[in-house]
């Protein structure tokens, strides 16, 4: 008699997984659909076959996920899970070394290999889900400005810039440096990413147009405090 209880509870241990195996399952999952949504499309992509490969049993993705369409959706919202580390004004630096890290930072958010997989999705879908894709895109770029932003306030506060809207600055130093290229590799008709000098020229436009010549940078601030 005594035994049987042991048994049965042996067997609910066996069959209930842990919190660990639970969220290693759920990444599978996620790791498979992304792959299949990405080089398969959405409605070529089923749950059985997500299932599948993912090796686990379809009633675990309803349960975990619900149904395709919510799949795809946690999918999407992940698409910037991958985080890369927002750039910080080191002691000591100067204007254009600081912004060379924020270039360097905004060319591996926007063009790491799963960034450019995961928008070319998103522009095939634009049209099943027009509202998701606006809202996902809204929130990446909000909050990759505002990581720029912020070096621009350590810039100002540390006197190598003027004190100005650094919310537009972050807005027209990221639109120079991706630009239509960026759109170009996001739809394939291009695949060479930025060269050094290219990004140079463009911060030194950006510096110029935004600031005048960085020698002057400080006497434009005065001049526009008084005004």
Known sequence: MPAKPAGRRKRNRAGRPTAEELERRKSRVMEVATEMFV???FAATTLLDIAKQAGVATRTLYQHFGDKEALFREVIFARDAAVVDAPVLQAGE???SA???VAAYSYEVALRPKSIELMRLMIAESARFPEMMGKVANTIFSRFKANVA???RQLADAGLIPQDDH???????VDLLLGNQTVMIYFGWVSATPSDQEIDLKID????GRFGSQEMIKK???KRSQA
């Open 39 to 41: 080089h398969q499309g």
């Open 94 to 96: 100067d204007l254009k």
């Open 99 to 101: 912004l060379r890290r």
């Open 150 to 152: 912020a070096v621009f």
């Open 167 to 173: 919310d537009e600055s972050a807005s027209l130093f």
């Open 205 to 208: 436009l950006f510096v110029r």
């Open 220 to 222: 434009p601030a005065k």
